[in-house]
Structure formats: C-alpha cells, structure tokens
C-alpha cells in the first residue's frame, strides 16, 4: 500500500510540475505540433561557440533562446548546470520556465563529484527545478567502450548521494535497452528517464513512431510500479543515412506528426530532442550531431513554429484526490 501512495504522489508530482501534453489549440492547426509540447531538451550553443573551448553563449542569447522556448513547452532539460549553465536557470525561472537538471558524468571522479554537489546545490536553490538527472548516457558509453563513462553501480553511487540531499525526484538518463538489462538501477531511481532515437537503431520513417511507443509500452510492462518518460526522442535533418533511417526535414516533421498524435492518446510524457541545432557537434558520427534542432542555429524555426496558446488537458480522477503535502 505504502508503494502504491508513493508512485501515485510521484505520478501526481510529475503532472503537476512538468504538465505531460497539452491538447489541441484552435489556432495551431498550421503547426506541426498541435499542441504545447510536455518538454524539450535544451543545448544553448550557437554557431561557433563550443563547450569544449568555453566560448559560451551570452546571458542576452540565453534570454532569447527562453523566450523561444516557453512559447511551445513549460520544462526544459538541460545536462549541467556547472559553470555557465547555471545561468540557463536562473533565466528560465525568472521568465516562467521549469528545469530539469543535469549532471554530465564520465571518467573523472573529480569531474563527477562537481557536477553531483553543483546539482545538488542549485536543486536546493531554486524551485523551478522539477527533478534532477544524474548522468546521461554513462552506461551506454561504457557498454560501447567509451572512455567518457560509467559502470551501473557508480551511477548508482551518485544517485543513491543526490536523492538524499535534494527533495525533487532523481533519475538518469540512458536508452532502453539499458533499464531493460538492469534492474537495479530501476530500483534506486523515482522515475525511469529513458533516451530513445528510431535513427539510431536503423528504424525506416514510416515505423519510427510506432517503435518509440513500443519501446515506452515495453518499460511499462517490465516495470508497472515505475513511472516512464521519455528523455530524449526526435529525428535529425541532416546527415548520412543510417540503414533505413534516411534524415531530412519532411522526415522530421513526419516522425513529431505521428509521435506527437499517438503521444497524446496514450498520455505519453516526453521530451523531444532537441530545441536547437548544436553546430559543435560536428564529430559525431554519420555527421547529424548538428541536425536535430526544430531550430537552425540561428534560431530560425525548421518548421514554421508560432505561439501555441495554453490548453491544460485534465487530470484523472485518481490524481486530483492525491494531497501531496499531506502524504509526506
């Protein structure tokens, strides 16, 4: 019983701060969305600025990237707040946006262990952080021989640290097959925060959403006590092929048409990947690293994106009675 109140709070927690999908607007039917999306995930570099060089973007482009961004969601992941990212939430909250942040892990113990206590100390600080993300991708990278990595129960090591020095939920981020194989993560997260690309896995355009519900219906089902939402999920438009994944605009628009539709009807949380191109990310393979913004880099839209106006879907019944301040 005790487990059941805890994932139904977690569940209402999860609606009230990052407000899955927003039903159709009467004055979008020209954009491909439709709808407010339930998130989008967030990289602020422009055209010759690069992390790795730290020429970073000014706080005046930050401003105008948020100032994009909360015309079509409320929630923006971001996967750092060390350094200069802070500033991403200090702007998304005084413009009325809600952060969910990251922390980068990797080899470095020394690298690791800023990025747990400045996420742990900015989730203390502000509350428009909805919940925090420890690593992203760390056990993929591994498994794939990366050296930029992590085994599971290291990450596991940094969960079990920040769930007990922050209130909001706590989760990481890798793909699905990842918690399918483990378990004991599952056991030490809140949520299951998972990363799914159909490109990737060589999905033809015509089978990539249905393979991302799939993949989502999958968790569910090996999981039932967990909540599930996506992490990270889109198409890039631009690059080389990878076996039937053929990248492109019309393909693009064509997965966030179908996913976005089937999203909605199966109260799917989500963030889409991502808001802008990232031109640094030119050395991933099959050169689409750059390409998988709804926005160029310049901040021009790929898709005629508008001001969506608000429409809040209702919540089930079952949710509406949760007193979460009454439960803790």
């Not at 900015?122 to 760390?138: L, P, Q, R, T």
């Not at 194989?181 to 599952?186: D, S």
């Not at 064509?254 to 050395?283: H, M, V």
């Not at 160029?296 to 949710?319: C, L, N, Q, W, Y």
């Amino acid at each position: 019983m005790k487990k059941k109140i805890f994932t139904l709070i977690l569940k209402a927690v999860l609606f009230i701060f990052f407000f899955v999908i927003f039903p159709d607007s009467p004055d979008s039917s020209d954009n491909i969305f439709g709808r407010r999306l339930a998130g989008l995930d967030y990289g602020p570099f422009r055209e010759a600025q690069n992390p790795k060089n730290r020429a970073f973007p000014s706080e005046e482009e930050i401003k105008e990237d948020m100032i994009i961004l909360r015309e079509m969601t409320d929630v923006v992941r971001i996967y750092s707040v060390t350094g200069e990212n802070e500033k991403i939430v200090q702007l998304a909250d005084e413009l009325g946006l809600q952060v969910a942040a990251g922390a980068w892990l990797g080899s470095s113990e020394e690298d690791n262990e800023k990025e747990i206590s400045r996420l742990i100390e900015v989730a203390n600080s502000y509350k428009n952080i909805v919940f925090v993300v420890v690593g992203n991708e760390a056990i993929l990278r591994r498994q794939q021989g990366g050296v930029d990595s992590l085994p599971n129960f290291k990450v596991i090591k940094y969960i079990v640290k920040v769930k007990k020095s922050v209130s909001q939920p706590v989760t990481t981020a890798e793909p699905w097959k990842i918690w399918l194989e483990n378990p004991a993560l599952v056991k030490h997260v809140d949520f299951i925060f998972f990363n799914i690309h159909p490109y990737w896995e060589q999905i033809d355009i015509s089978l990539a959403a249905e393979h991302t519900v799939e993949k989502y219906m999958e968790l569910k089902k090996a999981y039932p006590d967990k909540c599930v939402v996506i992490g990270e999920t889109g198409w890039p438009t631009d690059g080389l092929s990878n076996g039937l994944s053929q990248p492109g605009a019309k393909n693009q628009e064509r997965f966030l048409r179908e996913f976005l539709q089937t999203a909605e009807e199966k109260s799917i949380d989500f963030f889409l990947f991502e808001a802008f191109d990232e031109d640094y990310k030119s050395t991933e393979p099959n050169s689409v690293g750059p390409h998988w913004g709804l926005y160029f880099s310049d901040r021009t839209p790929k898709h005629g994106v508008r001001i969506i106006k608000e429409s809040v879907r209702t919540m089930a019944e079952e949710e509406k009675q949760i007193n979460i301040s009454e439960q803790k």
